[in-house]
Each structure stands twice: as C-alpha cells, then as structure tokens.
C-alpha cells in the first residue's frame, strides 16, 4: 500500500500550488473552506490507540511571506504524556483552498522538556514555499505537497474519497473528505478525514471526541 501511495503522490500528478504562491495575493486569515474552517475559539479533540489531538484555532495571525495566517494550536499526547505542541499557519486563498504556510514545532521528551523541534519550516517565499492543505473544491484523485520544505518537511495528500460515511464517538458526519498523507522523507502514511463544518475528525486510529464551535 506504502509504494502505491507513494506513486499516486509522485511528482509528475501534483496540483500547481501557484494559488499558494505568496506573490498571487488575495489572501485571508479568515478561513471557511468547508472541509477545513478555522474560526477563532473552535477546538478539535481527537482520541484513540492512546493518544490524543486537540487543535485549537486562536486569536491570532502572523504574517509569513507577506501572507497573513491564522495561527493554529495542535497539541498531542500519548499515553497521557505531552509528545508535541506546534503553531501552525495556514491562509485561505481567493478560490477558498487552503494553505499551509508553516509550522513552529516543540517535541518534548519523557520529563517534559523541550527536546527539539523536528520538522519546523516557516514559508519565506524561496526555498520554503506554502503547500495546499485542502483544495477549494475538493474532488476524488487531486493530489497536493502539504509541505514544501526541501529535507525538513515533504508530506504530500492525494483524496481517495468523498462522501464516506464516518460514524465516530463524536457523532456521525455523511460529508467527509477522506485523504491519505504520506511523508516521502520517513515512507509513512496517515489516513485523515474531514467533516464539512468541523474540519479534521479522523486521524488514524484518533476520532472526534470533542467539538467546540466558535
């Protein structure tokens, strides 16, 4: 499965992140793609197979590339112990796609100190280049690099469903968007799925728990 999500991810079938560009402008910090809204106070808990997501969009932004983000908040814990809290930026460009303009990543270890911050890449319009992280109309077979951060961070996504029914502690949710992310960097995938007016409610063995609309 590995090498086929690999393949369907190859270069040669990636969208054009020109939308993404930061000299294409037009870009807002308020974002309502419907797959993935990120209004100011709405919390996303996930759980499962011992850990737990919660993403939390804040009152926020940060300019990057000239671009104004929403600064979004993940934090994640395994086994009840904190592994990672990241701010993440993300911009919603004219057609409604989503872009992801970086992240500032804290890994923690076992005491709970800081321990790195592997995989941490801010957009600055040359090298490192905002991704797509959800089209603004979404269709089955688009494929997209979320991050384009040569050696640091590389992960790609292709849609391989719409309309899945998810039936999750949460509640149940008929318009989804399934993807399938993979990292060419370490050859791992994650399967992640969207709910129209929440945004991320699966990720892996993770569900929707908690939902706190803004």
Sequence with gaps: LAPACGEANSAESLMD?????????GFSAEIDNPYFPLPVGQKVVLEGGGSLV?????DEVRTVAGVETRVVEEY?????????????FFAQAQDGT?????????????????SSHAGAWVADGDRLRPGIFMPGSPQVDQAFPQEIAPGIAEDRSTIVAIGEVAVLPGGTFEDTVT?????PLSGGQDRKVYAKGIGL?????AQLTEFVSA
């Design 201 to 205: 409610v699966v990720d892996e063995r």
């Design 54 to 58: 919660r993403i939390t969009s804040l």
């Design 98 to 114: 989503v872009c992801y303009l970086g992240e500032e990543v804290d890994m923690y270890d076992e005491e709970g100190n800081v």
């Design 179 to 183: 993807m399938l992310d993979f990292d």
């Design 76 to 88: 994640e814990e395994i086994d009840g112990r904190v592994v990672e809290i990241s701010r993440n």
């Design 17 to 25: 992140v020109g939308v993404c560009d930061p000299e294409a402008g």
